[in-house]
Protein backbone atom coordinates (compact mmCIF):
# COMPACT_ATOMS: atom_id res chain seq x y z
CA UNK A 1 0.00 0.00 0.00
CA UNK A 2 2.60 2.26 0.64
CA UNK A 3 4.43 1.55 -2.57
CA UNK A 4 1.39 2.67 -4.28
CA UNK A 5 0.92 5.67 -2.16
CA UNK A 6 4.72 6.76 -3.29
CA UNK A 7 3.57 6.16 -6.84
CA UNK A 8 1.08 8.32 -6.96
CA UNK A 9 2.78 10.90 -5.37
CA UNK A 10 5.78 11.06 -7.91
CA UNK A 11 3.48 10.19 -10.67
CA UNK A 12 1.37 13.13 -9.38
CA UNK A 13 4.45 15.78 -8.87
CA UNK A 14 6.86 15.33 -10.57
CA UNK A 15 9.56 18.18 -11.24
CA UNK A 16 10.12 18.84 -14.50
CA UNK A 17 10.07 22.76 -14.69
CA UNK A 18 10.23 26.02 -12.40
CA UNK A 19 6.99 26.46 -13.09
CA UNK A 20 5.93 22.87 -12.40
CA UNK A 21 7.91 23.26 -8.95
CA UNK A 22 6.15 26.82 -8.59
CA UNK A 23 2.76 24.42 -8.64
CA UNK A 24 3.90 22.19 -6.46
CA UNK A 25 4.80 24.18 -3.69
CA UNK A 26 1.23 26.06 -4.21
CA UNK A 27 -0.52 22.85 -3.91
CA UNK A 28 1.45 21.59 -0.65
CA UNK A 29 -1.39 21.42 2.21
CA UNK A 30 0.13 24.14 4.42
CA UNK A 31 0.48 26.78 1.65
CA UNK A 32 -2.95 25.72 0.32
CA UNK A 33 -3.98 26.53 4.16
CA UNK A 34 -2.32 29.77 3.91
CA UNK A 35 -3.34 30.89 0.82
CA UNK A 36 -6.60 32.33 1.55
CA UNK A 37 -4.97 34.24 4.49
CA UNK A 38 -2.49 35.68 2.02
CA UNK A 39 -4.93 35.97 -0.95
CA UNK A 40 -7.10 38.34 1.99
CA UNK A 41 -4.18 40.47 3.31
CA UNK A 42 -3.28 41.32 -0.72
CA UNK A 43 -7.07 42.35 -1.24
CA UNK A 44 -7.24 44.51 1.84
CA UNK A 45 -4.15 46.27 1.08
CA UNK A 46 -5.44 46.95 -2.37
CA UNK A 47 -8.12 48.24 -1.11
CA UNK A 48 -6.24 50.46 1.47
CA UNK A 49 -4.10 51.51 -1.43
CA UNK A 50 -7.07 52.47 -3.26
CA UNK A 51 -8.73 54.86 -0.61
CA UNK A 52 -5.26 56.55 0.37
CA UNK A 53 -5.18 57.30 -3.70
CA UNK A 54 -8.67 58.37 -4.26
CA UNK A 55 -9.56 59.82 -0.79
CA UNK A 56 -6.88 61.92 -0.55
CA UNK A 57 -7.08 65.56 -1.37
CA UNK A 58 -5.32 67.34 -5.14
CA UNK A 59 -1.91 68.62 -4.02
CA UNK A 60 -1.68 72.15 -5.01
CA UNK A 61 1.69 74.42 -5.07
CA UNK A 62 1.90 76.91 -2.06
CA UNK A 63 5.13 78.32 -2.90
CA UNK A 64 7.84 77.33 -5.61
CA UNK A 65 11.13 78.63 -6.24
CA UNK A 66 11.96 79.70 -2.92
CA UNK A 67 15.33 79.22 -0.59
CA UNK A 68 15.92 76.57 1.97
CA UNK A 69 15.75 78.26 4.76
CA UNK A 70 12.61 79.65 3.72
CA UNK A 71 11.55 76.27 2.96
CA UNK A 72 12.48 74.97 6.49
CA UNK A 73 10.01 77.35 7.82
CA UNK A 74 7.58 77.18 6.00
CA UNK A 75 7.86 73.47 6.79
CA UNK A 76 7.98 73.79 10.50
CA UNK A 77 5.25 76.82 10.48
CA UNK A 78 2.67 74.42 8.73
CA UNK A 79 3.41 71.13 11.10
CA UNK A 80 2.78 73.53 13.69
CA UNK A 81 -0.50 74.23 12.69
CA UNK A 82 -1.45 70.60 11.63
CA UNK A 83 -0.88 71.33 8.22
CA UNK A 84 -0.15 68.24 5.80
CA UNK A 85 2.87 69.53 3.61
CA UNK A 86 4.95 67.77 1.04
CA UNK A 87 7.87 69.33 -0.96
CA UNK A 88 7.33 67.86 -4.60
CA UNK A 89 10.50 66.79 -7.16
CA UNK A 90 11.12 70.67 -8.47
CA UNK A 91 11.01 71.41 -5.04
CA UNK A 92 7.75 73.24 -4.63
CA UNK A 93 5.98 73.23 -1.20
CA UNK A 94 2.56 71.48 -1.80
CA UNK A 95 -0.40 71.31 0.28
CA UNK A 96 -4.14 70.03 -0.13
CA UNK A 97 -6.43 72.16 -2.29
CA UNK A 98 -8.45 72.48 0.72
CA UNK A 99 -5.93 74.15 2.96
CA UNK A 100 -4.20 76.10 0.40
CA UNK A 101 -6.17 79.42 1.54
CA UNK A 102 -5.64 78.86 5.30
CA UNK A 103 -1.56 78.13 4.69
CA UNK A 104 -1.48 81.01 2.80
CA UNK A 105 -3.27 83.07 5.50
CA UNK A 106 -0.84 81.57 8.12
CA UNK A 107 2.29 82.19 6.66
CA UNK A 108 1.08 85.55 5.86
CA UNK A 109 0.72 86.14 9.12
CA UNK A 110 4.58 85.18 9.96
CA UNK A 111 6.12 87.18 7.26
CA UNK A 112 6.73 84.21 5.31
CA UNK A 113 8.62 82.80 3.10
CA UNK A 114 11.15 85.85 3.93
CA UNK A 115 11.82 87.77 0.67
CA UNK A 116 15.51 89.53 -0.32
CA UNK A 117 15.55 92.88 0.84
CA UNK A 118 13.49 95.32 -1.53
CA UNK A 119 12.63 98.78 -2.19
CA UNK A 120 15.17 101.77 -0.39
CA UNK A 121 15.84 98.67 2.12
CA UNK A 122 18.56 97.42 -1.07
CA UNK A 123 20.37 101.07 -0.57
CA UNK A 124 20.94 100.56 3.06
CA UNK A 125 23.44 97.23 1.77
CA UNK A 126 25.30 99.18 -0.95
CA UNK A 127 28.90 98.87 -0.65
CA UNK A 128 30.77 102.23 0.01
CA UNK A 129 33.05 102.57 -4.00
CA UNK A 130 31.26 101.71 -5.58
CA UNK A 131 30.66 103.34 -9.10
CA UNK A 132 28.14 106.06 -10.21
CA UNK A 133 26.71 103.15 -12.76
CA UNK A 134 26.24 100.88 -10.16
CA UNK A 135 24.46 103.13 -7.70
CA UNK A 136 21.98 104.72 -10.07
CA UNK A 137 21.04 101.11 -11.35
CA UNK A 138 20.53 100.57 -7.47
CA UNK A 139 18.62 103.53 -7.19
CA UNK A 140 16.24 102.69 -10.03
CA UNK A 141 16.12 99.40 -8.88
CA UNK A 142 14.72 100.67 -5.53
CA UNK A 143 12.47 102.92 -7.12
CA UNK A 144 10.93 100.05 -9.12
CA UNK A 145 10.25 98.30 -6.60
CA UNK A 146 8.13 100.96 -3.87
CA UNK A 147 5.96 101.31 -6.82
CA UNK A 148 5.46 97.96 -7.98
CA UNK A 149 4.54 97.97 -3.67
CA UNK A 150 2.18 100.90 -4.48
CA UNK A 151 0.60 99.84 -7.58
CA UNK A 152 -0.21 96.33 -5.11
CA UNK A 153 -2.03 98.49 -2.88
CA UNK A 154 -5.23 98.56 -5.14
CA UNK A 155 -7.64 95.85 -4.62
CA UNK A 156 -8.00 94.50 -7.85
CA UNK A 157 -3.66 93.82 -7.78
CA UNK A 158 -2.36 91.21 -6.63
CA UNK A 159 1.30 91.45 -7.93
CA UNK A 160 2.68 94.07 -9.86
CA UNK A 161 6.69 94.87 -11.76
CA UNK A 162 7.47 97.82 -12.91
CA UNK A 163 10.60 99.10 -15.22
CA UNK A 164 11.65 101.95 -15.71
CA UNK A 165 14.12 103.27 -18.51
CA UNK A 166 15.58 106.24 -17.39
CA UNK A 167 18.71 107.35 -19.73
CA UNK A 168 21.83 109.44 -19.03
CA UNK A 169 21.63 113.34 -18.78
CA UNK A 170 22.66 115.31 -21.41
CA UNK A 171 24.25 118.46 -21.85
CA UNK A 172 23.24 119.12 -25.18
CA UNK A 173 19.18 119.60 -25.91
CA UNK A 174 18.90 117.40 -28.96
CA UNK A 175 20.43 114.54 -27.67
CA UNK A 176 18.19 114.23 -24.09
CA UNK A 177 15.66 111.33 -24.14
CA UNK A 178 12.62 111.57 -21.65
CA UNK A 179 12.03 108.25 -19.27
CA UNK A 180 9.90 106.05 -20.04
CA UNK A 181 8.02 102.96 -17.63
CA UNK A 182 6.65 99.75 -18.20
CA UNK A 183 4.21 98.44 -15.53
CA UNK A 184 2.55 94.61 -15.76
CA UNK A 185 -0.23 93.76 -13.28
CA UNK A 186 -1.48 90.13 -11.99
CA UNK A 187 -5.09 90.93 -11.31
CA UNK A 188 -6.85 88.94 -9.12
CA UNK A 189 -9.30 86.46 -10.36
CA UNK A 190 -12.15 87.91 -11.65
CA UNK A 191 -11.14 91.18 -11.46
CA UNK A 192 -10.62 93.74 -13.51
CA UNK A 193 -9.05 97.50 -13.58
CA UNK A 194 -11.41 100.19 -14.56
CA UNK A 195 -10.39 103.14 -16.25
CA UNK A 196 -9.96 105.91 -13.38
CA UNK A 197 -7.70 102.79 -12.36
CA UNK A 198 -5.34 102.60 -14.47
CA UNK A 199 -5.25 106.46 -15.35
CA UNK A 200 -4.52 106.36 -11.69
CA UNK A 201 -1.52 104.08 -12.19
CA UNK A 202 -0.26 105.88 -15.25
CA UNK A 203 0.03 109.07 -13.17
CA UNK A 204 1.32 107.29 -10.10
CA UNK A 205 3.79 106.50 -12.08
CA UNK A 206 4.75 109.38 -14.17
CA UNK A 207 4.50 111.52 -11.56
CA UNK A 208 7.14 109.43 -9.32
CA UNK A 209 9.70 109.95 -11.54
CA UNK A 210 11.45 112.95 -12.75
CA UNK A 211 10.80 114.24 -16.43
CA UNK A 212 8.37 111.43 -17.04
CA UNK A 213 4.92 112.03 -19.13
CA UNK A 214 1.78 110.13 -18.36
CA UNK A 215 1.74 109.18 -22.50
CA UNK A 216 5.27 107.36 -21.62
CA UNK A 217 3.63 105.20 -19.28
CA UNK A 218 2.73 101.60 -21.08
CA UNK A 219 0.23 98.81 -18.67
CA UNK A 220 0.16 95.20 -19.77
CA UNK A 221 -2.06 92.55 -17.33
CA UNK A 222 -0.84 89.54 -17.26
CA UNK A 223 -2.63 87.49 -20.30
CA UNK A 224 -0.96 90.22 -22.52
CA UNK A 225 -3.61 92.73 -22.35
CA UNK A 226 -2.46 96.29 -23.43
CA UNK A 227 -4.74 98.40 -20.75
CA UNK A 228 -3.35 101.85 -21.47
CA UNK A 229 -4.46 103.35 -24.62
CA UNK A 230 -1.59 104.57 -26.79
CA UNK A 231 1.09 104.77 -23.93
CA UNK A 232 -1.32 106.66 -21.37
CA UNK A 233 -2.70 109.14 -23.64
CA UNK A 234 -7.08 109.41 -24.24
CA UNK A 235 -8.48 106.78 -26.47
CA UNK A 236 -9.00 106.87 -30.14
CA UNK A 237 -11.97 108.80 -31.14
CA UNK A 238 -13.53 105.00 -32.12
CA UNK A 239 -12.84 103.73 -28.82
CA UNK A 240 -14.29 107.27 -27.02
CA UNK A 241 -17.54 106.91 -29.24
CA UNK A 242 -17.81 103.05 -27.99
CA UNK A 243 -16.97 103.89 -24.52
CA UNK A 244 -19.53 106.72 -23.88
CA UNK A 245 -22.66 104.68 -26.01
CA UNK A 246 -21.81 101.93 -23.89
CA UNK A 247 -21.96 104.13 -20.78
CA UNK A 248 -25.21 105.56 -22.06
CA UNK A 249 -26.80 102.41 -22.57
CA UNK A 250 -25.98 100.71 -19.32
CA UNK A 251 -27.82 104.15 -17.52
CA UNK A 252 -30.63 103.29 -19.47
CA UNK A 253 -30.47 99.48 -19.00
CA UNK A 254 -30.19 100.51 -14.78
CA UNK A 255 -33.11 102.58 -15.32
CA UNK A 256 -35.52 100.22 -16.55
CA UNK A 257 -34.19 97.29 -14.74
CA UNK A 258 -35.12 99.55 -11.53
CA UNK A 259 -38.40 100.56 -12.86
CA UNK A 260 -39.43 96.82 -14.04
CA UNK A 261 -38.00 94.41 -11.20
CA UNK A 262 -40.46 95.62 -8.92
CA UNK A 263 -43.25 95.31 -11.14
CA UNK A 264 -42.64 91.80 -12.68
CA UNK A 265 -40.06 90.59 -10.98
CA UNK A 266 -36.21 89.95 -11.08
CA UNK A 267 -35.34 87.24 -14.26
CA UNK A 268 -39.32 87.65 -15.84
CA UNK A 269 -38.22 90.50 -18.25
CA UNK A 270 -35.23 91.25 -19.97
CA UNK A 271 -34.20 94.48 -21.42
CA UNK A 272 -32.31 96.18 -24.58
CA UNK A 273 -30.96 99.84 -25.43
CA UNK A 274 -29.46 101.05 -28.54
CA UNK A 275 -28.65 104.74 -28.27
CA UNK A 276 -26.93 106.48 -31.55
CA UNK A 277 -25.03 109.33 -29.55
CA UNK A 278 -23.90 112.82 -31.55
CA UNK A 279 -20.21 113.31 -30.51
CA UNK A 280 -19.76 115.76 -32.92
CA UNK A 281 -17.95 119.21 -31.19
CA UNK A 282 -19.57 122.15 -33.49
CA UNK A 283 -18.37 125.54 -32.53
CA UNK A 284 -20.34 128.86 -34.04
CA UNK A 285 -19.15 132.76 -33.48
CA UNK A 286 -21.22 135.55 -34.78
CA UNK A 287 -21.25 139.39 -34.69
CA UNK A 288 -23.94 142.23 -34.67
CA UNK A 289 -23.35 146.00 -35.31
CA UNK A 290 -26.32 148.53 -33.81
CA UNK A 291 -27.10 151.39 -36.79
CA UNK A 292 -28.46 153.69 -34.58
CA UNK A 293 -26.88 155.76 -32.13
CA UNK A 294 -23.56 156.45 -34.31
CA UNK A 295 -20.31 158.03 -32.31
CA UNK A 296 -18.11 159.99 -33.90
CA UNK A 297 -14.74 158.02 -32.62
CA UNK A 298 -12.14 160.39 -34.54
CA UNK A 299 -12.52 163.31 -37.80
CA UNK A 300 -9.00 164.67 -39.49
CA UNK A 301 -9.46 166.63 -42.09
CA UNK A 302 -8.53 170.25 -43.00
CA UNK A 303 -9.88 173.92 -45.19
CA UNK A 304 -8.58 176.70 -46.74
CA UNK A 305 -9.98 180.77 -46.86
CA UNK A 306 -8.67 184.49 -48.10
CA UNK A 307 -8.78 187.69 -45.93
CA UNK A 308 -9.84 190.90 -47.91
CA UNK A 309 -7.06 193.17 -46.95
CA UNK A 310 -4.31 191.16 -46.17
CA UNK A 311 -1.15 192.18 -43.73
CA UNK A 312 1.88 190.83 -43.83
CA UNK A 313 3.02 189.51 -40.71
CA UNK A 314 5.29 191.36 -37.97
CA UNK A 315 6.50 192.46 -34.79
CA UNK A 316 9.41 192.17 -33.07
CA UNK A 317 10.48 188.57 -33.56
CA UNK A 318 10.34 186.41 -29.88
CA UNK A 319 8.36 184.53 -28.10
CA UNK A 320 5.32 187.14 -28.39
CA UNK A 321 5.37 186.73 -32.30
CA UNK A 322 5.38 182.99 -31.97
CA UNK A 323 1.90 182.99 -30.18
CA UNK A 324 -0.98 181.97 -32.09
CA UNK A 325 -3.59 184.67 -33.99
CA UNK A 326 -6.52 185.20 -32.26
CA UNK A 327 -9.57 183.40 -33.25
CA UNK A 328 -10.80 184.70 -36.64
CA UNK A 329 -14.28 186.03 -37.26
CA UNK A 330 -15.90 185.61 -41.09
CA UNK A 331 -17.24 188.90 -42.41
CA UNK A 332 -19.80 189.17 -44.74
CA UNK A 333 -18.56 189.92 -47.98
CA UNK A 334 -20.18 192.93 -49.15
CA UNK A 335 -20.05 194.52 -45.62
CA UNK A 336 -18.36 198.19 -46.00
CA UNK A 337 -14.71 198.67 -44.41
CA UNK A 338 -15.11 201.58 -41.45
CA UNK A 339 -11.77 204.23 -41.60
CA UNK A 340 -9.40 204.42 -39.20
CA UNK A 341 -9.25 207.41 -37.02
CA UNK A 342 -6.39 209.85 -37.25
CA UNK A 343 -3.98 208.53 -34.39
CA UNK A 344 -6.23 205.36 -33.33
CA UNK A 345 -3.85 202.25 -33.83
CA UNK A 346 -4.00 199.99 -36.16
CA UNK A 347 -7.25 198.15 -36.32
CA UNK A 348 -7.17 194.32 -35.89
CA UNK A 349 -6.56 191.92 -38.91
CA UNK A 350 -9.87 191.08 -40.84
CA UNK A 351 -10.93 187.68 -39.97
CA UNK A 352 -10.72 185.74 -43.42
CA UNK A 353 -13.08 183.61 -46.04
CA UNK A 354 -13.22 180.13 -45.48
CA UNK A 355 -13.54 178.77 -49.36
CA UNK A 356 -13.22 175.03 -48.90
CA UNK A 357 -12.58 171.98 -46.20
CA UNK A 358 -11.77 168.43 -46.39
CA UNK A 359 -12.56 166.56 -43.13
CA UNK A 360 -12.12 162.91 -43.00
CA UNK A 361 -14.82 161.04 -40.20
CA UNK A 362 -14.61 157.84 -38.52
CA UNK A 363 -18.22 156.77 -36.28
CA UNK A 364 -18.20 154.05 -33.42
CA UNK A 365 -21.02 151.86 -33.98
CA UNK A 366 -22.44 148.94 -31.53
CA UNK A 367 -21.38 145.36 -31.23
CA UNK A 368 -22.03 142.25 -30.47
CA UNK A 369 -19.92 139.10 -30.46
CA UNK A 370 -21.85 135.85 -29.66
CA UNK A 371 -19.64 132.51 -29.52
CA UNK A 372 -21.92 129.48 -29.37
CA UNK A 373 -20.06 125.93 -28.53
CA UNK A 374 -22.10 122.79 -28.59
CA UNK A 375 -20.86 119.92 -26.18
CA UNK A 376 -20.99 116.18 -27.11
CA UNK A 377 -23.03 113.39 -25.56
CA UNK A 378 -26.47 114.71 -27.29
CA UNK A 379 -28.73 111.30 -28.07
CA UNK A 380 -29.79 111.47 -31.15
CA UNK A 381 -31.98 108.41 -31.60
CA UNK A 382 -33.19 106.25 -29.12
CA UNK A 383 -34.54 102.22 -29.48
CA UNK A 384 -35.40 100.20 -26.66
CA UNK A 385 -36.81 96.44 -27.20
CA UNK A 386 -38.18 95.13 -23.78
CA UNK A 387 -39.70 91.03 -23.71
CA UNK A 388 -41.67 89.95 -20.61
CA UNK A 389 -41.79 86.72 -19.84
CA UNK A 390 -45.16 85.27 -19.86
CA UNK A 391 -46.91 84.40 -16.30
CA UNK A 392 -48.03 80.50 -16.33
CA UNK A 393 -47.88 80.02 -20.44
CA UNK A 394 -50.06 82.57 -20.88
CA UNK A 395 -49.37 86.11 -23.01
CA UNK A 396 -50.13 89.06 -20.73
CA UNK A 397 -53.19 90.84 -21.40
CA UNK A 398 -52.67 93.93 -23.88
CA UNK A 399 -53.48 96.91 -20.93
CA UNK A 400 -50.70 95.69 -18.83
CA UNK A 401 -48.44 96.20 -22.28
CA UNK A 402 -49.63 99.03 -23.17
CA UNK A 403 -49.35 100.37 -19.36
CA UNK A 404 -45.28 99.04 -19.08
CA UNK A 405 -44.76 100.35 -23.00
CA UNK A 406 -45.99 104.11 -21.71
CA UNK A 407 -43.94 103.70 -18.10
CA UNK A 408 -40.66 102.63 -20.09
CA UNK A 409 -41.24 105.68 -22.73
CA UNK A 410 -41.39 107.71 -19.62
CA UNK A 411 -38.04 106.07 -17.68
CA UNK A 412 -35.98 106.76 -21.10
CA UNK A 413 -37.40 110.18 -22.01
CA UNK A 414 -38.99 109.46 -25.17
CA UNK A 415 -38.65 111.73 -27.60
CA UNK A 416 -41.13 111.56 -31.00
CA UNK A 417 -39.05 114.61 -32.66
CA UNK A 418 -35.97 112.11 -32.68
CA UNK A 419 -37.67 108.97 -34.14
CA UNK A 420 -37.31 107.24 -31.34
CA UNK A 421 -38.69 103.52 -30.85
CA UNK A 422 -40.01 101.56 -27.80
CA UNK A 423 -41.42 97.97 -27.90
CA UNK A 424 -42.58 96.64 -25.84
CA UNK A 425 -43.88 92.46 -25.78
CA UNK A 426 -44.37 89.03 -23.99
CA UNK A 427 -43.14 85.64 -24.83
CA UNK A 428 -42.67 82.34 -23.50
CA UNK A 429 -38.72 82.07 -21.93
CA UNK A 430 -36.84 79.04 -23.24
CA UNK A 431 -35.31 76.58 -21.15
CA UNK A 432 -31.74 77.98 -21.17
CA UNK A 433 -32.91 81.21 -19.98
CA UNK A 434 -34.59 79.51 -16.87
CA UNK A 435 -31.41 77.72 -16.16
CA UNK A 436 -29.57 80.85 -16.32
CA UNK A 437 -31.75 82.42 -14.16
CA UNK A 438 -31.55 79.76 -11.70
CA UNK A 439 -27.91 79.87 -11.42
CA UNK A 440 -25.48 77.36 -11.98
CA UNK A 441 -26.39 73.80 -12.14
CA UNK A 442 -25.74 71.67 -8.52
CA UNK A 443 -23.26 69.24 -10.07
CA UNK A 444 -20.91 72.76 -10.35
CA UNK A 445 -21.08 73.05 -6.36
CA UNK A 446 -17.34 73.01 -5.17
CA UNK A 447 -18.58 70.39 -1.86
CA UNK A 448 -18.92 68.04 -5.47
CA UNK A 449 -15.33 66.78 -6.01
CA UNK A 450 -14.86 66.30 -2.41
CA UNK A 451 -18.33 64.11 -1.86
CA UNK A 452 -17.56 62.18 -5.01
CA UNK A 453 -14.17 61.03 -3.69
CA UNK A 454 -15.55 59.71 -0.46
CA UNK A 455 -18.16 57.94 -2.51
CA UNK A 456 -15.47 56.38 -4.38
CA UNK A 457 -13.40 55.40 -1.67
CA UNK A 458 -16.67 54.18 0.21
CA UNK A 459 -17.51 52.01 -3.00
CA UNK A 460 -14.34 50.65 -3.29
CA UNK A 461 -14.22 49.26 0.73
CA UNK A 462 -17.49 48.00 0.37
CA UNK A 463 -16.54 46.32 -3.49
CA UNK A 464 -13.67 44.59 -1.33
CA UNK A 465 -16.02 43.32 1.68
CA UNK A 466 -18.20 41.91 -0.78
CA UNK A 467 -16.45 40.26 -2.98
CA UNK A 468 -13.14 39.79 -1.46
CA UNK A 469 -13.24 39.39 2.46
CA UNK A 470 -16.71 37.79 2.24
CA UNK A 471 -15.79 34.52 0.25
CA UNK A 472 -12.63 33.86 1.27
CA UNK A 473 -14.14 33.71 4.92
CA UNK A 474 -16.97 31.70 3.82
CA UNK A 475 -14.69 29.11 2.25
CA UNK A 476 -12.47 29.29 4.92
CA UNK A 477 -15.26 28.43 7.34
CA UNK A 478 -16.39 26.10 5.03
CA UNK A 479 -12.84 24.10 5.15
CA UNK A 480 -13.28 24.13 8.69
CA UNK A 481 -16.60 22.55 8.90
CA UNK A 482 -15.24 19.80 6.69
CA UNK A 483 -12.28 19.28 7.80
CA UNK A 484 -14.22 18.78 11.36
CA UNK A 485 -15.66 14.86 11.97
CA UNK A 486 -19.47 15.03 12.27
CA UNK A 487 -20.78 13.44 15.80
CA UNK A 488 -21.95 9.83 15.08
CA UNK A 489 -20.64 9.00 11.73
CA UNK A 490 -16.32 7.91 12.33
CA UNK A 491 -14.27 8.51 9.41
CA UNK A 492 -14.35 4.53 9.06
CA UNK A 493 -17.55 3.80 9.34
CA UNK A 494 -18.58 1.98 6.67
CA UNK A 495 -21.55 3.78 5.86
CA UNK A 496 -19.59 7.01 4.75
CA UNK A 497 -20.09 6.02 1.20
CA UNK A 498 -23.47 5.90 1.52
CA UNK A 499 -23.62 9.15 3.32
CA UNK A 500 -21.58 10.13 0.18
CA UNK A 501 -23.56 8.82 -2.43
CA UNK A 502 -26.74 10.58 -0.95
CA UNK A 503 -25.36 13.40 -1.21
CA UNK A 504 -23.84 14.37 2.18
CA UNK A 505 -20.03 16.63 2.21
CA UNK A 506 -17.22 14.67 2.84
CA UNK A 507 -13.87 15.49 4.23
CA UNK A 508 -10.86 15.63 1.75
CA UNK A 509 -8.57 12.64 1.43
CA UNK A 510 -4.74 13.76 1.33
CA UNK A 511 -1.58 11.95 1.32
CA UNK A 512 -0.52 12.09 4.43
CA UNK A 513 -4.28 10.78 5.96
CA UNK A 514 -3.28 7.49 3.55
CA UNK A 515 0.44 6.61 4.75
CA UNK A 516 -1.05 7.19 8.59
CA UNK A 517 -0.64 3.54 10.26
CA UNK A 518 -2.64 4.25 13.05
CA UNK A 519 -5.57 3.79 11.39
CA UNK A 520 -7.36 0.37 11.05
CA UNK A 521 -7.83 -1.76 7.64
CA UNK A 522 -11.88 -0.23 7.72
CA UNK A 523 -10.62 3.45 7.78
CA UNK A 524 -7.73 3.07 5.09
CA UNK A 525 -10.25 1.84 3.02
CA UNK A 526 -12.66 4.62 3.60
CA UNK A 527 -9.53 6.84 2.97
CA UNK A 528 -9.17 5.36 -0.13
CA UNK A 529 -12.21 5.64 -1.92
CA UNK A 530 -12.59 8.82 -0.77
CA UNK A 531 -9.58 9.40 -2.00
CA UNK A 532 -10.41 7.78 -5.64
CA UNK A 533 -13.55 9.86 -5.26
CA UNK A 534 -12.08 12.97 -5.34
CA UNK A 535 -8.95 12.24 -7.50
CA UNK A 536 -9.79 9.59 -9.92
CA UNK A 537 -6.87 10.51 -12.43
CA UNK A 538 -4.01 10.13 -9.98
CA UNK A 539 -5.88 6.77 -8.39
CA UNK A 540 -6.31 5.32 -12.33
CA UNK A 541 -2.21 6.15 -12.67
CA UNK A 542 -1.54 4.07 -9.25
CA UNK A 543 -3.91 1.54 -10.27
CA UNK A 544 -1.80 0.98 -13.73
CA UNK A 545 1.26 1.30 -11.38
CA UNK A 546 0.25 -1.53 -9.31
CA UNK A 547 -0.24 -3.73 -12.53
CA UNK A 548 2.80 -3.08 -13.63
CA UNK A 549 4.44 -3.85 -10.77
CA UNK A 550 2.44 -7.04 -10.38
CA UNK A 551 3.26 -8.31 -13.88
CA UNK A 552 7.14 -7.56 -13.38
Not at 5 to 16: E, N
Not at 233 to 250: C, L, N, P, W
Not at 457 to 471: E, S
Request: glycine share 8%; net charge neutral; proline share 7%.
Amino acid sequence: MSNALASIDAAGTPARAPLKQVTDLLGQPAVKRSLPLVFLVGIVLAGFLAWSMVSTAPQRILFANVSDADKAAITSALEGANIPNAIDGSGSITVAEDDYHKARMLLASQDLPKASPGGYAILDNLPMGVSRAVEGERLRQARETELARSIQEIDAVAEARVHLATPEASAFVRDRANPTASVIVKLQPGRALAEAQIRAIVNLVAASVPGMQPDAVTIVDQMGALLSKNGGKDASAGDTRIDFQRRVEDKYREQLAQLLTPLVGAGNFTAEVQAEVDLDESQATRESYDKQGQVMRAEQGAWTGTSKDAQAPGGIPGTLSNTPPPASQLAAPNAAATPAAPGAPAAAPQPQTKQSDSFTRTYETGKEISVTRAMPGNVRRLSVAVVLREEGGKPRALAEINQLNELVRAAVGFNAARQDQVTVISRKFSAAADSAKDGPAWYEASWVPMAARNATALVIALLVLLLGVRPLTKALLKKREDAAPRPGLPIGNPNAAAAGDAGAPLPSVSIDMLEDRGNSYDDRVGLVRGFTRENPARAALAVRDMIKADAA
